[in-house]
């Protein structure tokens, strides 16, 4: 059997791959790059519409990313860190849009107001230490803030309407949040690709193998599931883009960055409405704080959606406890990744997470009323026949080993790469999707070291990312020069 020879072979055909691939094909327009898929069409599983919240996380609205320390003080750093990386993907998508290399920016990124809301003292208190905290950064500095009847029932009437004139609430808004749908983003990035010289797209063609070389290069057998025919490919570079399959390819790749990782898959679900006249009344992303045992993906939102052009209102996440690492994986998933390098790991996670799991498997008995209960926090109104449940995407959290043997589970996303910078992983869940640009540039500078280091390479870089070696978080002209830019372009602006 023939080998397919390749420069870069990209496994999974969601947003992180297809990034990647977009910034490859421009550096170096020789490089020849093949996309290897498990499903018949790309951007199915994590980067689908309807299986990631699609709020463009900017840290702007999402509670979590700012937590509250013991004596009542607000840490930002995590947010500053999610903002300024978010807003690489603005630049990032900004510059395609202006090359023609992406469609009509409404196609996948609409203006949403990202907003957050709470009730109770303690909560507004936390919100307002937050607000002081943020706006002072000029990263967040036309972040609102009220307690005002009348302001919120302006930004928020769906929320706000009949509810309790007694109870204390509070609300942040940042008028230029997004919502993106990453499944029509990351579908025209391939439809680009497919249209340039040096690319390969292979749909329904599961990896069955992944070894390393004497050479150096890696050999990646696919099996074509429709018509049965196995290919064998030999590259350079692999990048396991492919979501919670990401883990079981990374194991098998058996370099040596990946011994202790484990993984804590998490499903979840959503409450979805679709009535026109509902839908019409809400314009925003409204997220609250999490239940206390929640995973962070469970931070309760109410979204206005735009998937593949229709809009609709979403409620949830809902989370839940599986063992698959796919939506349309195995229920083997789990127990499959458990080996001898990650077992102490492992066991030290589940013992000192038993409440997340209990409250996982707590999620998944609930009621059709139970959940909607929920949801009037949000939406005091809600009837019970104007929403349906729709599942949402699989997410495997990190679980690294840490000093000692143990284990602690992280929940944010991470590059794990192969110390030659021949194999590159992306690990992890929320923020994902939205900071794609800026991990996939991580990817380049680590795997492509000498070559980013090039006047050609920096040159078409920072055409793509203006900001690219700099620091939005420090230099607040760069980020008004740059934002200015992206909202217009994108037509994120009022």
């Not at 029932?153 to 004139?165: F, G, N, Q, S, T």
């Not at 010289?197 to 290069?217: I, Q, T």
């Not at 790749?253 to 990782?261: L, T, V």
Request: hydrophobic residues 40%; proline residues 5%.
């Amino acid at each position: 059997m023939a080998v397919r020879q390749a420069d870069v072979v990209l496994v999974g055909g969601g947003v992180m791959s297809a990034t990647l691939g977009m910034m490859l094909r421009q550096l170096d327009p020789s490089l020849d790059i093949v996309m290897v898929e498990r499903l018949d069409h790309v951007a199915h599983e994590s980067t689908d519409g309807w299986n990631n919240a699609g709020t463009g996380h900017a840290g702007y609205c999402e509670l979590n990313y700012t937590p509250e320390s013991d004596n009542g003080d607000v840490t930002i750093d995590r947010a500053l860190q999610i903002n300024a990386s978010f807003e690489v993907s603005l630049q990032f998508w900004s510059w395609l849009v202006e090359q023609g290399k992406l469609p009509e920016p409404s196609s996948f990124i609409n203006r949403t107001p990202h907003q957050s809301f709470v009730w109770g003292e303690k909560d507004v208190a936390f919100l307002k230490r937050r607000f002081e905290k943020l706006s002072a950064h000029h990263l967040f500095r036309e972040m609102e803030y009220t307690e005002s009847p009348q302001d919120l029932a302006e930004w928020m009437p769906l929320v706000v309407k009949h509810r309790d004139p007694m109870q204390r609430v509070a609300a942040t808004r940042i008028k230029h949040g997004s919502d993106v749908d990453f499944g029509s983003l990351t579908r025209s990035m391939v439809k680009y690709l497919e249209s340039t010289p040096n690319f390969e797209l292979m749909l329904s063609s599961p990896v069955h193998y992944l070894a390393k070389r004497d050479n150096g290069r890696w050999k990646v057998r696919v099996k074509d599931q429709k018509t049965g025919v196995t290919t064998k490919l030999e590259a350079g570079f692999v990048f396991l883009g492919a979501g919670g399959g990401a883990l079981p390819m990374l194991q098998k790749s058996d370099i040596d960055e990946a011994k202790g990782y484990g993984g804590f898959p998490v499903s979840g679900q959503w409450l979805v409405c679709q009535k026109q006249e509902i839908v019409e009344q809400h314009y925003s992303k409204v997220y609250g704080k999490a239940p206390i045992g929640a995973p962070p993906m469970s931070v309760p939102h109410l979204d206005t959606r735009i998937i593949n052009g229709e809009p609709a209102l979403l409620f949830g996440p809902f989370a839940g406890f599986t063992t698959r690492f796919l939506k349309q994986g195995s229920v083997f998933d789990l127990f499959g990744s458990v080996n001898p390098k990650n077992l102490r790991p492992m066991l030290s996670v589940s013992k000192s997470n038993m409440d997340l799991t209990r409250y996982l498997i707590g999620e998944v008995f609930q009621s059709h009323a139970e959940r909607v209960e929920s949801l009037r926090n949000f939406f005091p109104d809600a009837q019970e026949e104007d929403w349906r449940l729709q599942s949402a995407g699989q997410r495997v959290q990190i679980i690294k080993q840490v000093p000692g043997g143990g284990g602690k589970l992280e929940f944010g996303t991470e590059i794990v790469a192969a110390k030659d910078g021949t194999l590159a992983a992306l690990l992890g869940a929320s923020p994902g999707a939205s900071t794609a640009a800026h991990a996939m540039i991580d990817v380049i500078e680590r795997c492509f070291a000498d070559k980013i280091k090039t006047p050609q390479w920096q040159e078409r870089m920072k055409e793509m990312v203006p900001s690219y070696g700099q620091s939005l978080v420090d230099d607040e002209q760069l980020l008004r020069n740059v934002r200015e830019r992206t909202l217009s372009t994108l037509k994120l602006t009022s």
